[in-house]
């Protein structure tokens, strides 16, 4: 994991990052759509930590 955007195509989209819910580790995640309010916190920490440091 980098935290590096894909393109449609799966290229990767240079210069930009994604964390938080745009990475796909926030909203629920692996806890799923009936995750309680917080329950997605580590995982936006975890890519937003993970984004910076390849940024």
């Given at each position: 994991?980098?935290?590096?955007?894909?393109?449609?195509?799966?290229?990767?989209?240079?210069?930009?990052?994604?964390?938080?819910?745009?990475?796909g580790?926030?909203?629920?995640?692996?806890?799923?759509?009936?995750?309680?309010?917080?329950?997605?916190?580590?995982?936006?920490?975890?890519?937003?930590?993970?984004?910076?440091?390849?940024?």
């Open positions: 994991m980098q935290g590096r955007v894909l393109t449609p195509a799966g290229t990767v989209l240079k210069g930009l990052f994604a964390a938080g819910e745009a990475s580790l926030g909203g629920g995640g692996y806890h799923g759509y009936n995750a309680l309010e917080g329950t997605f916190l580590g995982g936006c920490l975890f890519s937003g930590r993970i984004a910076g440091q390849n940024a």
